[in-house]
């Protein structure tokens, strides 16, 4: 990938693998993910210590700038030791960082982004409802009632990564229901997770074990006016660049786990021994490992290829659609490879496979699914809308 980054990136690449390697050996990583649903708050200090939270936001804001690219880096790099423990990283920067960034006031700006890059302020993402993800409008029933001063929410999210440790709830409500089109009259908050009327439950779940996520319950919960996002009941339309932005570093955070299980593969191909071999000199493994490096090079093309145009402020969703079904659907299959090539010690929790296995598996479905994705990817060549 070295050709597409510039010399900075490229700096900044290396910077951020050997500091990786350094802080987040797998091991550590592994016992993290064991403690499941404590949040790993000596993962994100470290991450504060490095500025990483700061990955994105301006520096007029008091953040380290960069580009998506510098982001996707980023992502992909800690991905590749950490899997799912990225997500302690990526959630407020990619939910609550974002949104301010894209959608908020000036005011809104100088109030959260230095704390969000001074790693003073976590965000978790509410969108999801039990009626449906996929169909979020059609399922959406929470509600946004104007009083004075503000707005009264209530409702029930489902999924919220993060929710139970997050200081803001980025999230999307039906502010009006006299509309024609069911994408109008939404809009965004930010509701802080420890208002009245706010309950979180967490919910047992396959993977991404050391980011809890959450069901929330708002019941008549105040947030004053200075805490709507952007414009009230347009809040789907503002939404798409922050969600754009999500799904490619989702591609970067898949591409990142197949590095890592690439590495782990190849290591042990290397080592373990059957019939008086090494297990990398039987062919059918092999190409197993071909296999995985065909679809690293495919992802990383895509991703650097979308990462450009977002970079430009080119039109991208379709691209980055694609960017999120490759790379998930190649880790996805990666890491049930790398299962195989460890044998029984692919199935240990003593190895990290089975980690990359269950985290990645997720990102097939949220925060797009790849069903979904693929609809919009078919519209986009001019068929009918299919949903
Ligand atoms: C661990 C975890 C963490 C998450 N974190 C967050 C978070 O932080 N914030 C948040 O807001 N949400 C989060 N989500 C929710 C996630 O975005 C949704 O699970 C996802 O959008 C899918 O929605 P659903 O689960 O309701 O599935 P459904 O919408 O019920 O879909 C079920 C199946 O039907 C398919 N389907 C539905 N409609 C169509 C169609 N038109 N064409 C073809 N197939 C279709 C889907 O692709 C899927 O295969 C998380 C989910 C999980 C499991």
Same mark, same amino acid.
């Given at each position: 990938?070295?050709?597409?980054?510039? @010399?900075?990136?490229?700096? =900044?690449?290396?910077?951020?693998?050997?500091?990786?390697?350094?802080? =987040?050996?797998?091991?550590?990583?592994r016992e993290l993910e064991r403690r499941e649903h404590e949040f790993p708050h000596a993962f994100w200090d470290k991450l504060t210590a490095f500025g990483a939270h700061g990955i994105g936001i301006?520096? @007029?804001?008091?953040?380290?700038?960069?580009?998506?690219? $510098?982001?996707?880096?980023?992502?992909? @790099?800690?991905?590749?030791?950490?899997?799912?423990?990225?997500?302690?990283?990526?959630?407020?920067?990619?939910?609550?960082?974002?949104? !301010?960034? =894209?959608c908020g006031s000036e005011e809104q700006k100088q109030r959260f982004l230095p704390k969000i890059?001074?790693?003073?302020?976590?965000?978790?993402?509410?969108?999801s409802e039990p009626g449906g993800g996929t169909d979020l409008l059609g399922g959406?029933? $929470? $509600?946004?009632?104007?009083?004075?001063?503000?707005?009264?929410?209530?409702?029930e999210k489902i999924w919220s990564t993060c929710a139970n440790v997050a200081d803001y709830l980025f999230l999307m409500a039906r502010s009006n229901r006299d509309v024609q089109k069911r994408s109008d009259g939404i809009s965004i908050f930010f509701v802080p997770r420890t208002a009245k009327g706010v309950t979180v439950t967490e919910l047992p779940k396959l993977g991404m074990r050391c980011v809890a996520s959450c069901s929330v319950h708002l019941d008549e919960v105040f947030v004053p006016d200075e805490l709507l996002l952007g414009e009230e009941g347009k809040g789907w339309y503002q939404s798409t660049r922050t969600l754009n932005n999500e799904r490619l570093m989702n591609a970067a955070t898949c591409l990142g786990m197949l590095d890592g299980v690439i590495e782990d593969a190849l290591d042990h191909m290397k080592t373990?021994?059957?019939?008086?071999?090494?297990?990398?000199? =039987?062919? !059918?493994?092999?190409?197993?490992?071909?296999?995985?490096?065909?679809?690293?090079?495919?992802?990383?093309?895509?991703?650097?290829? $979308?990462?450009?145009?977002?970079?430009?402020?080119?039109?991208?969703?379709? @691209?980055?659609?694609?960017?999120?079904?490759?790379?998930?659907?190649?880790?996805?299959?990666?890491?049930?490879?790398? !299962?195989?090539?460890?044998?029984?010690?692919?199935?240990?929790?003593?190895?990290?496979?089975?980690?990359?296995?269950?985290d990645s598996r997720l990102l097939r479905i949220g925060p797009i699914s790849n069903e979904m994705a693929r609809n919009m990817i078919a519209e986009s060549m001019g068929l009918p809308r299919s949903f």
């Open positions: 990938m070295d050709m597409y980054l510039g @010399e900075e990136d490229r700096m =900044f690449r290396d910077a951020v693998r050997g500091w990786v390697a350094a802080e =987040f050996p797998k091991e550590w990583c301006a520096e @007029e804001y008091g953040g380290q700038g960069g580009t998506i690219i $510098t982001q996707a880096l980023f992502a992909r @790099e800690l991905a590749r030791t950490a899997a799912g423990l990225g997500w302690v990283w990526g959630v407020t920067s990619f939910s609550g960082s974002k949104a !301010i960034t =894209f890059a001074a790693g003073e302020l976590k965000t978790a993402m509410a969108f959406m029933r $929470t $509600t946004a009632r104007r009083v004075e001063g503000g707005w009264v929410i209530n409702g373990r021994r059957a019939f008086g071999k090494t297990i990398g000199e =039987f062919q !059918i493994l092999q190409h197993y490992l071909a296999d995985m490096a065909m679809w690293q090079t495919q992802g990383e093309l895509l991703l650097m290829h $979308t990462a450009r145009l977002q970079a430009e402020g080119l039109p991208s969703a379709t @691209e980055s659609g694609m960017a999120k079904v490759l790379c998930s659907e190649y880790v996805s299959k990666a890491a049930d490879l790398g !299962i195989q090539i460890l044998g029984g010690m692919g199935y240990s929790a003593e190895t990290d496979m089975q980690r990359y296995w269950r």
